[in-house]
T-cell receptor
Framework: DAGITQSPRHKVTETGTPVTLRCHQTENHRYMYWYRQDPGHGLRLIHYSYGVKDTDKGEVSDGYSVSRSKTEDFLLTLESATSSQTSVYFC???????????FGEGSRLTVL | ELKVEQNPLFLSMQEGKNYTIYCNYSTTSDRLYWYRQDPGKSLESLFVLLSNGAVKQEGRLMASLDTKARLSTLHITAAVHDLSATYFCAVAVYNFNKFYFGSGTKLNVKP
């Protein structure tokens, strides 16, 4: 299994509070992604990174920011969480040498 | 806007039957992926299809890719209960660095 660790795995927070989810990889893969999964929508890309300090927006980036200061870490931040951001968040990695996505275990976020 | 459409979205079938899940996508791509997800779990890679005409088989599952039709199929042969899960297809675009997913097909195989 690809070495991908997400933290926290579960979080309950209140509307308006900031939240940061962390993704850590030990594979030295270049590309890292944050997806959210909601019933009826499959997985939707929030942001992705193609290198240290290089990031780009996905389909549903509003309300989210990301940072990647090291190859192994990709952070997803909700500056002011809303109930519509209640979801399961998956981190994934890929590399030019491995043409597929490998997923972390997911982080379940509930915003009350 | 890129679209990846799976059908059916829900599939209830008896053990021993055959069925096909379809994945249509709206842009040019030579890379198509199938994943399996069990409830409360992460996504597990099933197949990676890298060219037109690619066919891969694993046990009772077989996946194929027709890039001209922008269509991939996941065929289930003689279904068993253990295949009950949600199946996703995904397309890689933009130099194969962005991956877009279908909505998933929830498969329930009844004994």
């Amino acid at each position: 299994d690809a070495g991908i660790t997400q933290s926290p795995r579960h979080k309950v927070t209140e509307t308006g509070t900031p939240v940061t989810l962390r993704c850590h990889q030990t594979e030295n893969h270049r590309y890292m992604y944050w997806y959210r999964q909601d019933p009826g929508h499959g997985l939707r890309l929030i942001h992705y990174s193609y290198g240290v300090k290089d990031t780009d927006k996905g389909e549903v980036s509003d309300g989210y920011s990301v940072s990647r200061s090291k190859t192994e870490d990709f952070l997803l931040t909700l500056e002011s969480a809303t109930s519509s951001q209640t979801s399961v968040y998956f981190c994934a990695i890929s590399d030019a040498t491995a043409p597929e996505l490998f997923f972390g275990e997911g982080s379940r976020l509930t915003v009350l | 806007e890129l679209k990846v459409e799976q059908n059916p979205l829900f599939l209830s079938m008896q053990e021993g039957k055959n069925y096909t899940i379809y994945c249509n996508y709206s842009t040019t791509s030579d890379r198509l992926y199938w994943y399996r997800q069990d409830p409360g779990k992460s996504l597990e890679s099933l197949f990676v299809l890298l060219s037109n005409g690619a066919v891969k088989q694993e046990g009772r599952l077989m996946a194929s890719l027709d890039t001209k039709a922008r269509l991939s199929t996941l065929h289930i042969t003689a279904a068993v209960h253990d295949l009950s899960a949600t199946y996703f297809c995904a397309v890689a675009v933009y130099n194969f660095n962005k991956f877009y997913f279908g909505s998933g097909t929830k498969l329930n195989v009844k004994p």
